[in-house]
C-alpha cells in the first residue's frame, strides 16, 4: 500500500470509527491516525489535548481497531482509566507485558459481547488459526506465555455454543501445541501450567464484571501463580500501573 492509499483508506475509516464509538458508548474524543508498521495499532492518551490518538495499520485485523476502542470501553464501564492508558513512571516491562495481554483479553471478551462486533472477533481468531497451520513457534517471542493466557480465555469461554463445536478441533489443537512448545521450551512445567489454568478459569467466572478491583485482583493473582517476580515487586508494580 503506498502512503497516499493508507492515507484515504484511514479516512473511510472514521465513519467506522464514530459508528463503533457509539455502540461502545464511548464519548471521548478520538483522532484517527494511520501507521505505516503492520501490527503497530494502538491507542495513547493525548492527555493535554483532552483526547485519544487511535493508531491503525490499514490491513490489521479490523478487530484490533475495535479491540482499541475497546480498551476505552473497559476503562469507562469499569471507572478506571488504566484499562486503556498506558503507565507513566518506571514499570518492570515483563510485568506490565502480562497485565496488558490479560488486560487484552478482558478488553476482547467485553466487546465480543455485543452482536456486531462478534462475527469481528471469530474472524480474528481465524487469522490466529490460519497463521499458526505448520505449527506455533514461540521460539523469538519475549513473552510467549502471555500470550497463551491471552488466547486460552478467548479461545475457551467467548465463543457463542455454535462456534465453540464447529471450531472445538482447531481450539484444542492450537492449545495443545501452544502447551507443548511453552514446556519444551522449559517455560513451565505441567503443575505450573495446571495451576494457570485455574486461576484462568477462576477469571472467566468474572468476566461479566464491572468492577475494576476485581480484575486487578484476578491479574494479580495470575502474576504471583506464574512466579516470575516476587510479590512485592508484583504488588508495587500492580500499584503503580493503576495508581491505586
Ligand atoms: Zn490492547
Excluded at 514499570?91 to 507485558?97: A, E, K, Y
Excluded at 488486560?103 to 452482536?115: C, E, G, L, M, T
Excluded at 472467566?204 to 512466579?227: G, M, N, P, R, V
Aim: glycine share 4%; charged share 25%.
Amino acid at each position: 500500500m503506498t502512503n497516499i492509499e493508507i492515507i484515504s483508506k484511514i479516512k473511510d475509516l472514521n465513519g467506522f470509527v464514530n459508528k463503533y464509538k457509539k455502540l461502545l458508548s464511548i464519548k471521548e474524543d478520538i483522532e484517527l491516525r494511520s501507521s505505516t508498521q503492520p501490527g503497530d495499532t494502538s491507542i495513547v492518551c493525548d492527555c493535554n489535548n483532552k483526547k485519544w490518538i487511535l493508531i491503525y495499520f490499514p490491513d490489521d485485523p479490523i478487530f484490533l481497531l475495535i479491540h482499541e476502542l475497546g480498551h476505552l470501553h473497559l476503562a469507562m464501564i469499569t471507572k478506571c482509566v488504566y484499562f486503556a492508558k498506558q503507565p507513566n513512571s518506571n514499570i518492570n516491562r515483563g510485568i506490565f507485558q502480562f497485565v496488558n495481554t490479560i488486560v487484552d483479553a478482558i478488553v476482547n471478551y467485553k466487546i465480543s459481547r455485543f452482536d456486531k462486533i462478534y462475527p469481528f472477533f471469530i474472524n480474528y481468531i481465524e487469522t490466529v488459526f490460519n497463521a499458526t497451520k505448520g505449527g506455533i513457534n514461540i521460539v523469538n517471542m519475549p513473552f510467549p506465555l502471555s500470550h497463551y493466557i491471552d488466547y486460552y480465555l478467548e479461545l475457551k469461554f467467548y465463543f457463542k455454543k455454535s462456534e465453540l463445536e464447529s471450531l472445538k478441533p482447531k481450539i484444542e489443537r492450537f492449545l495443545k501445541d501452544y502447551e507443548n512448545q511453552l514446556i519444551l521450551n522449559r517455560i513451565l512445567d505441567g503443575k505450573k501450567l495446571s495451576l494457570i489454568k485455574d486461576s484462568l478459569e477462576k477469571l472467566s467466572e468474572y468476566l461479566d464484571s464491572a468492577e475494576s478491583s476485581t480484575f486487578i485482583y484476578c491479574i494479580t493473582k495470575i502474576l504471583k501463580i506464574i512466579k516470575m517476580w516476587s510479590n512485592g515487586l508484583i504488588n508495587k508494580n500492580i500499584k503503580n500501573i493503576f495508581q491505586k
